[in-house]
């Protein structure tokens, strides 16, 4: 069945104007015959005018791999003759981060872009990265002159193509003025990026981040792995269930009919986090790599990557303005409506963890960039007292549509959800 749907798609390609056609994204990409495959379906519809054929390396095994994948195809003649020598990569934020950890996936999402530059050069490949953003910082958000100047050095080179999906397209293009200062911002984050690009990282401060991914992987996932409870703490007291109702996400929140993380879609993990103020997909895990990072054998190098290597720097100041928004207290809300003492002993463990990060984050950064920082999240401050509001009206609501058997009830209660979901996304900003 997949097979004729996948078949009637490439049908249904051939036919279309070449005008109507771009890229074939495919993924999950795992191997070189994924890529092969759409090639070879393209070919066998008789498709005129072929569409350019996008790996996406999404997964953390997946971002390690795209190395050896790409240099698979580059190595053959005949492929980089078909591709005119020009390749689109895709690297995608979400998955790599609920995989690993948003301090990991940050580092090998680098070190594989870093790694197909070299490739491309050894080749003569004119290669375009394709990132696969979000809005959130989970999920590879933030302003946009930050994010292209956080990129390996020659990964931009004048060309770049981004997602802005869900309720990011209304916050940025809604308004034809904030549509307008928006692209010029891209096109100038580019322009500066290319012209300017920022330093090769050095070995120590190489070094220093690999372990640091390491050590933020294993705590992340001994976090979300090591028992049960922690998944029902997500199921239970977030909204995840009613974020598959809205009308702002760019996609279906489970991959398959599966009720468990790995089957969840990053955008409504990143998005159910960010309701109950924890906002955990951005900042679990890395307290321990900070920590690490902290002390005396290695303080002079962190300090050295915080003011010299734009990736770090970037990387940094989004755990701060994450930090900024989030409000451990009102998890505590949620739970005395909605968890039982065992999930309450999770909730308490997560708030534990992010009073660890907070102070770390204050210790290891400047007084000056501190200073600088707060000028800047005066507007999320403000912002912040209002979600309030929403914040403890909707446990009160998930409560009462967990005990409401009554139909008619049942549907005001959905609809004065949802409005509670909309304004907290709005108030967050970036939440999906």
């Known amino acids: 069945m997949e097979n004729r749907e996948v078949w009637s798609t490439f049908q249904a390609l051939a036919e279309e104007p070449a005008e109507c056609l771009g890229a074939y994204v495919i993924s999950m990409t795992k191997s070189a015959s994924d890529i092969l495959s759409i090639l070879f379906l393209q070919k066998e519809a008789k498709i005129k005018e ?9 997964t953390l095994e997946d971002l390690i791999n795209a ?45 594989a872009q870093e790694q197909i530059v070299k490739l491309a050069k050894k080749f003569s490949i004119n290669v375009v990265f394709f990132h696969g953003r979000g809005g959130s910082a989970g999920r590879g958000g933030g302003p946009i002159q930050a994010t292209l100047r956080s990129q390996p050095p020659n990964s931009v080179n004048g060309k770049i193509r981004i997602t802005d999906q869900g309720e990011v397209i209304q916050q940025k293009y809604g308004y ?17 990026a290319t012209l300017n690009p920022p330093p090769i990282p050095k070995n120590t401060w190489r ?9 933020s992987k294993s705590s992340y996932r001994k976090n979300i792995n090591q028992s049960s409870e922690f998944i029902k703490y997500f199921k239970t007291v977030t909204p995840h269930v009613a974020l ?46 900070l920590r690490y990072a902290n002390i005396k054998q290695f ?23 994450v930090i900024s928004k989030a409000d451990p207290d009102i998890s505590k809300i949620y ?3 909605l968890a039982d003492e065992k999930l309450k002993r999770v909730g308490q463990k997560l708030r534990y963890q992010f009073k660890a990060i907070k102070e770390l984050n204050k210790n290891i950064t400047p007084k000056e960039i501190i200073k600088l920082r707060k000028e800047f999240r005066t507007s999320v401050i403000v912002r912040n007292i209002y979600s309030e509001v929403l914040n403890i009206i909707q446990p009160i609501v998930i409560s009462k549509i967990k005990k409401n058997k009554n139909k008619n009830n049942k549907k005001y209660l959905n609809d004065s959800l949802l409005t509670s979901i909309a304004g907290i996304s709005a108030a967050m900003k970036n939440t999906g």
């Open 50 to 58: 072929k569409l350019r054929v996008v790996p996406l390396f999404e």
């Open 207 to 215: 070094t220093l981040i690999e372990r640091m991914s390491d050590i």
């Open 299 to 321: 303080r002079k190098t962190l300090y050295d990557m915080e003011k010299n290597w734009p990736f770090f720097n970037s990387m940094l100041d989004m755990l701060d303005m």
């Open 244 to 289: 598959g109702k809205l009308s702002i996400g760019s996609r279906p929140s489970k991959r398959k009919n599966v009720d468990n993380i790995k089957s969840l879609r990053a955008i409504p993990w990143v998005f159910a986090w960010t309701q109950i103020r924890l906002m955990l997909p951005a900042w679990l895990g890395s307290a321990e790599a």
């Open 176 to 192: 034809e003025p904030l549509a307008k200062y928006n692209l010029c911002s891209y096109i100038g984050a580019v322009t500066e």
């Open 335 to 337: 739970e005395e409506y």
């Open 67 to 111: 190395k050896s994948i790409m240099e698979n195809l580059f190595s053959s003649p005949w492929y980089r003759k078909l591709i005119k020598n020009k390749q689109e990569v895709m690297i995608g934020y979400s998955d790599s981060s609920k995989d690993a950890g948003k301090m990991c996936a940050s580092w090998h999402q680098y070190k």
